[in-house]
């Protein structure tokens, strides 16, 4: 009688666990299926930047030379005539002899794009940098061009998202024997409601951990998230932490004001010291001419493209040669004597902290430019993937709804949650904090409000 009682109690217990992951993944669906449909469509978009970028500006990277190509520092003079009251942000190494020359001039927190033919000085565009159709995809992506609080709500988003894959892995996992069909492949031959399940668990299987993998990946450029991870960082240290990356709208813009104050004198032909930002006349050409050495000293090392190369600012003393590559792990950064262009210090990506070196390396797989076409392949699959999973959710959800209520799972019982489970859900709220608000106030204002309205109750299935 006894062992009876006890298998009843487990078996009870093993249902309401199950009952609880259930209702968990399908409101963390309910909330997430948007955003995920949305990163996956313009994450896709974005797996494909180089080849987007190469065939938008194909026009400029097949010119028609005649004669010798004009000093850097003339490129420079010209690009900031075309751009009043700016200052020289970044030279681009040209990727090919017939492309034209790339400079990137600022003024406060603005950066303009400027296209400079390289014999003649004619400029052929002038695009602020946020206009560049990729740059559009990349915050869409990010932020829903809402800047700090886009990327917050995109950062609940993929948190809720993580959610949604480990219930998931819970639930899809085989409970009375395992067996291949309908959960390592799906059955197409038992009926309607059969194959959408089996898609829906089956495809969630096979992309739920290179999901997991981009959703961690781009945590540290939220504005929330990777926030926390920079003041973590600082801790003990007595400068401050430099990391290759941003952490949300308004990081980006302060460092690009930054990289917009320039610390040297801009000597006019008269001989009158004016500061680098106030005074874009051509007499600042003699002031950058130390880039037509840098340029020299820089081409041969064969530098992943782009390379940038930057003059002294706020945040670097010396001028600078990067490598900004979207395969980090091949970016090195170089510093400059400004005196006789000649490289002083040189720090490859090996070189970074090992935390930099992770985040770097999972960045550059979440872009799709880690290891060639193969990490563009394996970003479309999962974000297809994603979509197959949202459109084949939304089909069973809407067949199976029943009539006046959201069709959430029911409580079967008021069973307390599991000490493991809970410790879980805690580390969980603590890893991802706005996960762990979210979490509170969404029970609080169950317990509060939503299961003291009868109607509201019975509409979201919850219990007394």
């Known amino acids: 009688m006894n062992n009876r009682k006890t298998e009843s109690d487990e078996k009870s217990k093993n249902q309401n666990l199950y009952s609880t992951f259930w209702r968990w993944h399908f409101y963390a669906g309910l909330f997430c299926i948007p955003f995920a449909i949305w990163l996956s469509a313009t994450g896709t978009i974005y797996l494909f930047k180089p080849q987007i970028e190469n065939f938008l500006d194909q026009s400029y ?86 800047g700090d609080k886009g990327s917050m709500i995109m950062e609940l988003a993929a948190s809720w998202l993580i959610v949604l894959v480990i219930t998931g892995l819970y639930l899809w996992w085989p409970r009375g024997g ?11 031959n038992k009926g309607s409601r059969t194959f959408w399940r089996d898609i829906h668990s089956v495809t969630g299987l096979w992309i739920s ?28 240290q007595t400068t401050v932490v430099k990391q290759d990356w941003s952490t949300g709208r308004s990081s980006e813009l302060a460092e ?9 004198s801009v000597m006019k032909t008269g001989g ?51 490598s900004d590559a979207q395969n980090r792990p091949l970016r090195v950064n170089l510093k400059l004597d400004a005196k006789t262009g000649e490289i002083t210090e040189r720090k490859d990506f090996s070189q970074k902290p090992l935390l930099d070196r992770i985040i770097g390396t999972g960045v550059a797989a979440h872009e799709g430019q880690l290891f060639g076409w193969f990490n563009q392949f394996l970003g479309v699959f999962t974000t297809l993937g994603v979509m197959t999973v949202a459109v084949s959710s939304f089909v069973m959800w809407w067949g199976r709804r029943p009539e006046g209520t959201i069709g959430a799972p029911r409580k079967i019982n008021a069973r307390p949650v599991p000490i493991a489970l809970g410790l879980t859900i805690i580390i969980f709220g603590a890893f991802l904090p706005l996960l762990g608000m979210s979490l509170i106030t969404i029970l609080l204002l169950e317990f509060l409000i939503l299961r003291r309205i009868k109607p509201v109750r019975h509409f979201l299935g919850l219990s007394q």
């Open 272 to 322: 009158h010291a004016e500061h680098g930002g106030h005074n874009p006349d051509m007499e600042m050409v003699s002031d950058y001419k130390i880039i037509d050495t840098i340029v020299t000293n820089v081409f041969p090392l064969n530098l992943a493209y782009p390379v940038l190369i930057s003059p002294p600012n706020k945040a670097n003393t010396s001028w600078t040669a990067k």
């Open 178 to 188: 395992f067996g291949s069909a309908g959960t390592l492949y799906p059955r197409l």
């Open 256 to 264: 690009r004001k930054d990289a917009n104050t320039q610390q040297f």
């Open 61 to 146: 990277d097949t010119l028609k030379l005649t004669g010798e190509r004009a000093n850097p520092s003339d490129h420079v003079s010209a690009a900031l005539s075309a751009v009043p009251g700016s200052v020289l942000h970044a030279y681009e190494l040209p990727e090919s002899e017939n492309a034209a020359v790339r400079v990137l001039v600022g003024k406060g927190t603005d950066v303009d794009r400027v296209y400079v033919h390289p014999q003649t000085l004619e400029i052929l565009k002038v695009i602020p940098e946020e206009d560049q159709l990729m740059r559009i995809i990349f915050h869409l992506h990010g932020d829903l061009l809402l």
């Open 209 to 236: 951990f290179f999901l997991l993998f981009l959703l961690l990946s781009g945590l540290p450029w939220a504005k929330s998230w990777g926030g926390m991870l920079k003041q973590v960082r600082q801790m003990g």
